[in-house]
């Protein structure tokens, strides 16, 4: 047994990790190597993208027979002796849904001709348990801790660069809590599974956990549905980045990861100035998206005579022609853009950057747009070209509807808390994310919580941007 010991904030604690074991499927499963998408074969997309799942103790609420039994949150009592335990229940699910999943337990490797293949050996998933001697509350259900302070309930596989097999593109952590309360540590291959696919197959996990003897979504690979042709013109690039903005703070010596609170009351405040700045009415993401990326551009301190790039995640499920089947968790997304000169994003209305979001929102959403799009990155693949992300664009993606928080219960309830751990994409401060709050603060129902990272040099001007968006009053211009 390894023990490490941390600190957070002063207040020490110790972590015992348990040896790694490598949970296989419980029954046989195909032995096959398979291939990938268009998107999936992506090398941004070539990383271990890692969240952490906060789950408070369990609350008995009946005793039968002399057993306590525990209800959870879709109805379904489980005997205690049986459930007590959550890296018993896990791991036992684990091994089960790799049975539908069984790709998840194989090994990911880029072969010599460039593609991604998976080989489905059952090697299994690396699994670790570990007990922390501390309660949730002592880190506030890791709700607004910083990164430091989180990361020790994920962890990386070392040396699988050095794999000729390949690397594992699933990996868990459970950690227990002296409160009775635990975390799930996930770190899951973006090659592998986008958003949507990542929670299809938490839930699937899940599911089986509580009861079920299959999962009410069935698997599908078939990445063959989404591989592109390429087009018969070469790749060319629209944007010269000769003309992109550029920071004074941009290559960074030092980074800060930023998790900023934005409640319901602020979110309808900011849309009614909006609304009687230009009359239209936008949603949430067109609203809120359009204030971060302005407040983003000032925080870094781009040249307003150069050009900035915003692109926002939009999934492509149910806008295909032909549609991808249910239980599909590939790569499906694609991304809606707009390029403007600083000085416009800097002084002009931010309304007008809104209706410029919500017009790229409705074009991404076609079927032409996306095909055109896997078309694209096809082309780019074959001839070799990697699509290299500038410090002048900011890539927004909403996890908000993902339905990972409250939803997801392997008997103790759904978590209270989810989040990312930062992933270096995008040099991390070129990525944004939208998250649902903690369940445990009343005063956030409604709201969303905002993470970026910046360099240190420049959080500080980014912190005082958002504190003028919490303090926006009815009478107030959007300055």
């Known amino acids: ?27 046989p499963t195909p032995s096959e190597v398979l291939s990938f998408s268009t998107l999936d074969n992506d090398p941004n997309l070539e990383i271990i993208c890692q969240s952490i799942y906060v789950y408070r103790a369990k609350s008995f609420s009946s005793i039968k027979g002399g057993h306590h039994d525990l209800v959870s949150s ?21 091994s089960r849904v790799l049975v539908y999943y069984y790709p998840l337990a194989g090994k990911l490797k880029r072969d010599s001709d460039g593609e991604l293949r998976l080989n489905c050996n059952s090697s299994g998933v690396p699994f670790l348990s570990a007990s922390a001697n501390c309660e949730l509350s002592s880190v506030d259900y890791l709700d607004g801790v910083a990164v430091e302070v989180a990361k020790p309930f994920v962890f990386d596989w ?5 794999d000729d097999d390949g690397r ?7 950690t227990k809590f002296s409160c009775g309360g635990f975390t799930v540590g996930m770190g899951l291959s973006h090659s592998v599974c986008d958003g949507p696919g990542a929670a299809q ?5 899940a599911e089986l956990a509580t009861g079920k003897t299959e999962p009410s979504v069935k698997p599908v690979w078939e990445r063959e549905r989404l591989v592109g042709k390429p087009t018969k013109t070469p790749f060319q690039n ?5 003309s992109l903005a550029t920071s004074p703070h941009l290559p960074f010596t030092e980074i800060e990861h930023g998790c900023f609170n934005v409640n319901r009351e602020t979110i309808k405040r900011l849309k009614t100035n909006l609304m009687k700045e230009c009359g239209d009415e936008f949603t949430t993401i067109e609203a809120l998206s359009a204030y971060v990326w302005r407040s983003r551009f000032r925080a870094l301190q781009f040249n307003s005579d150069g050009k900035t790039v915003f692109s926002l995640t939009v999934g492509s499920r149910g806008r295909l022609n032909p549609p991808l089947p249910d239980g599909y968790y590939g790569n499906a997304f694609t991304g809606a853009y707009v390029t403007i000169m600083g000085q416009d994003l800097n002084e002009g209305p931010l309304s007008r950057v809104c209706k410029l979001i919500k017009e790229s929102k409705k074009i991404a959403c076609s079927s032409d747009y996306n095909w055109n799009s896997i078309n694209m990155f096809e082309t780019m693949r074959r001839e070799n070209i990697k699509l290299e992300m500038d410090d002048a664009t ?7 509807q993902l339905g990972l928080v409250e939803e997801v219960d392997f008997g103790w309830k759904g978590p209270v808390n989810m989040i990312p751990v930062p992933w270096r994409m995008f040099g991390y401060v070129g990525l944004c994310i939208f998250i649902s709050p903690s369940t445990l603060d009343p005063a956030m129902k409604g709201g969303l919580r905002v993470l970026l990272s910046f360099p240190a040099t420049a959080m500080a001007k980014f912190k005082e941007e958002m504190d003028a968006l919490l303090n926006l009053g009815d009478d107030k211009a959007l300055a």
């Open 1 to 27: 047994m390894a023990t490490g010991k941390i600190k957070t904030n002063n207040l020490p604690f110790l972590l015992e990790k348990k040896e790694v074991v490598l949970v296989k499927p419980a029954k």
């Open 74 to 94: 879709n109805g379904k009592t489980h005997d205690l002796e049986l459930s007590s335990d959550p890296v018993t229940v896990i791991s036992d699910a684990l």
């Open 158 to 162: 070392p040396g699988e660069d050095d």
């Open 168 to 174: 594992h593109p699933l990996i868990l952590q459970v």
């Open 201 to 205: 197959f938490y839930r699937a996990m």
């Open 238 to 242: 629209h944007i010269d980045k000769s």
């Open 394 to 400: 900011l890539v927004l993606t909403d996890w908000r």
